[in-house]
């Protein structure tokens, strides 16, 4: 397999590299410390790019390759631990074997930052997208954010860096990217250069946290009964810190780099003076953008939210965004069998967002693209008709629909 | 060694040369909750001691992780933290990693630190064997891993784990009236299997700590001669093999005398037997196991045909092994007329000379 590595540039330059190869030079621009490989599809295409900056003395870092997505992440763990920048990553069922792992690193604080790129857990086999792997992270302390272009994704590294290792937080962060969608797709990329990023992103200091023979500490001594609630809340408020932190993080990332203005939390596109509106994450949006235009040139009144920060989850901004609809559709690439409504994960989050609200818009869930599916524009019309429907009538049929599913 | 591989300098420890020269500064001290004659707790100071303060210590979980670790009463002097029970070899390298890169980076002093990895045997040899294997293979990263072996899950009720002996009562292997032997396994040879499978590793030895100087000692080479390293310990246990505390040092030494528990290290490729198993293996007679099992109430249940079973094992360990306590594997006929050929040619060089 090609990937592609050209010559890191002096300046910001354009470059034609997948969603995986845009990650990789946000590592190297972040000078990473220590980085693990696993193989697994679709996330291993950023770790080829990876290992050959190192091959070609573009990044200087330790790259370990590991003997499994669980000593992965427990190295880079340590790592971490000890004062160093890290990375790693994986894909579905690799992000689940490291999962005792990863349940942890939140708890003991470590700025650690990772990679999903989403994929249908076995069985059965499929590299397909599906964002039932990430999702498992959601309640365990990480923050997690979806992007949606190889631009994005190269600056979200960045952004998440900056977020995770500032003291106010001291949390993980993943990052979510469509398998093959995005991981995979070759696009235009502007990779800025090292004096911009040194500006925006200060070394990973540790402080007291360090572990090291000159800070004799005890990390993750054993607590029985009498703190593991302090401790929960901790990280409760680091991640309720955490909003503030990004918003800083966004703002001073537009100021630099010119790039990523607006709501850091979600994107909106004509959902203004929408009537109904479709709400997503990750790469659907390409699609969901075409429909909701030619549903425009119809003269319907479509609009489209999409989500870039599951955690912490937007609140005020999902409220503000979507209250305004008679009828909201949310459109998951994930599941979550038996759930309210027999719904999925964000209908469910999003439903909860919008309970206080004095008026609430109809919510709808759509199951759509899973396991790499596409999410056509006829899946758009389709879901798009329903809502319409819903906001003409101010009945809701059913709860929920699975969209693009034979027979 | 490969040209391009960097390996940083490790600390000098230099032999100690007896008990009244050992210095008096410990590492690991109170506040610890294990049990009365726990030979483990004594294996982390010995190993704390033999390490000195500039060093970093991973424990995985376990019952010296448990019983040492409690929030606001911590033993450890040195800086200390948990890894998951199948990660030593993960935390040890990361860690070592992560501190060569920041050395590099100028990001902090440029020194030789000890990593030492613990775990113990159901964290070592069974859930992160993959983990210290995959360790023992980056020769580019200085630390040890120490797997201290009380042949059970020893905080968690004492279950079996694949180093619980043939036969011993454990609440997984409880003697029955349908079944007096539940637990059929033999035990794994971890120093040999990791030392045969990784030549990369350039120190492994098996320890005891009632022969503390030497195991001691043997710390202190693995973490001079730098790269990863592996030392597995027996470490009786009181609560698990189920005798009074005062006998630990006891059983620990009958371990080795009745050959149960051979004393070896493997440096650069080149074994070594040493303490009382050096002499074993030149012919001293072995105590039978029978003294060492039925002084712990795990093998009470034994009947005499039991403990000649164990005797045979051990026995074949010793006569028939290539290696006894170390590689399960005789000799066939034709190496051992190879062999005995060769010893032939040598011995009528010598005698032209």
């Known amino acids: 397999m090609s990937v592609s590595t050209k010559a890191a540039p002096a300046a910001d330059q354009e470059m034609l590299i997948s969603g995986c190869a845009a990650i990789a030079q946000a590592l190297r621009l972040s000078d990473i410390d220590v980085v693990t490989a696993y193989p697994i599809r679709p996330y291993d295409t950023v770790m080829q790019a990876v290992a050959k900056l190192i091959s070609n003395g573009e990044m200087d870092a330790e790259y370990i390759v590991a003997a499994s997505e669980h000593d992965q992440f427990e190295i880079v763990k340590h790592a971490s631990a000890v004062g160093a920048r890290v990375f790693c990553g994986s894909s579905g069922v690799g992000w689940m074997y490291a999962m005792e792992a990863i349940a942890v690193t939140p708890a003991l604080r470590l700025p650690m930052v990772a990679l999903v790129g989403n994929r249908a857990l076995d069985d059965p086999g499929a590299f397909g997208c599906e964002h039932n792997d990430a999702l498992c992270v959601r309640d365990l302390g990480w923050m997690l954010t979806w992007v949606d272009t190889a631009q994005e994704a190269l600056d979200t590294a960045l952004i998440a860096y900056r977020v995770a290792e500032d003291r106010r937080i001291f949390l993980p962060c993943a990052i979510g990217a469509d398998g093959a969608f995005l991981t995979h797709s070759e696009v235009l990329v502007k990779v800025p250069n090292k004096e911009k990023v040194d500006q925006f992103l200060p070394k990973y200091d540790r402080g007291d946290k360090m572990l090291h023979p000159d800070n004799p500490i005890t990390i993750a001594p054993q607590v029985n009964e009498d703190w593991v609630m302090e401790i929960r809340k901790q990280n409760d408020e680091a991640m309720r810190r955490a909003r503030g932190v990004i918003q800083e993080a966004y703002r001073d990332f537009h100021k630099i780099f010119g790039r990523q203005g607006g709501n850091p939390f979600v994107e909106s596109y004509m959902a203004e003076d929408a ?103 006829d899946s758009v019309t389709e879901m798009s008709e329903i809502l319409l429907k819903v906001a003409k009538t101010g009945k809701v049929e059913q709860p929920n629909y699975w969209i693009g599913v034979r027979g | 060694m490969a040209t391009e591989l960097t390996v940083l300098p490790t600390q000098n420890l230099e032999a100690f040369k007896g008990v009244k020269k050992l210095p008096v500064e410990e590492y690991f001290t109170s506040g610890h909750r294990t049990c009365q004659g726990c030979e483990s707790a004594l294996v982390m100071k010995l190993m704390a001691k033999a390490a000195g303060p500039r060093t970093v210590i991973l424990g995985s979980t376990g019952c010296m992780y448990v019983a040492n670790t409690t929030y606001y009463s911590t033993s450890w002097v040195v800086p200390w933290m948990h890894t998951q029970l199948g990660s030593s070899g993960s935390a040890a390298v990361g860690t070592a990693a992560g501190l060569k890169a920041l050395m590099r980076k100028n990001r902090i002093k440029q020194e030789p630190i000890n990593v030492i990895a613990f775990c113990g045997d159901g964290g070592g040899a069974d859930m992160g064997l993959s983990s210290i294997s995959a360790a023992l293979t980056y020769p580019e990263y200085n630390f040890l891993i120490l797997m201290y072996d009380n042949e059970s899950y020893a905080n968690t009720d004492i279950q079996l784990s694949s180093m619980t002996p043939y036969g011993a009562n454990t609440t997984f292997s409880p003697p029955g009236k349908a079944r007096r032997i539940l637990h059929k396994r033999w035990k794994k040879n971890m120093a040999g299997m990791l030392a045969a499978g990784h030549p990369e590793c350039r120190y492994v030895a098996t320890v005891d700590a009632s022969y503390a100087l030497e195991m001691m000692n043997r710390i202190r080479k693995a973490l001079t001669i730098g790269g990863p390293t592996f030392i597995h310990s027996l470490d009786p246990c009181p609560k698990g093999w189920d005798y009074d505390p005062i006998q630990s040092h006891d059983l620990g030494e009958l371990a080795v005398e009745t050959g149960v528990w051979p004393l070896f290290e493997i440096e650069d490729g080149v074994l070594k037997f040493y303490g009382k198993s050096k002499s074993i293996a030149q012919g001293r007679k072995r105590k039978p196991v029978r003294e060492y099992l039925l002084r712990q109430g795990r093998f009470a249940h034994f009947t005499d045909e039991d403990i000649d079973y164990f005797q045979k094992k051990i026995d074949l360990m010793w006569d028939r092994w290539l290696i006894p306590g170390a590689v399960c594997i005789e000799m066939g006929d034709d190496i051992r007329k190879q062999l005995t050929r060769a010893e032939q040619e040598v011995a009528a060089a010598e005698a032209k000379q």
């Not at chain 1, 409504?341 to 919510?363: C, F, I, M, Q, T």
């Open chain 1, 275 to 377: 009537d109904v509106i479709l709400f997503g994450q990750g790469t659907l949006s390409l699609p969901v953008k075409v429909g909701v235009r030619k549903l425009r040139e119809q003269g319907h009144k479509v609009g489209f939210v999409r989500l870039r920060w599951l955690r912490p989850f937007p609140t005020p901004e999902v409220q503000e965004t979507l209250s305004r609809a008679k009828a909201v559709g949310v459109i998951d690439r994930d599941y979550s069998f038996g759930s309210p409504n027999h719904g999925a994960v964000l209908y469910n989050e999003v439903r909860s967002a919008l309970y206080d609200l004095p008026k609430r818009p109809h919510v709808i869930s759509f199951v759509c693209g899973l396991g790499g599916r596409e999410v056509t524009l």
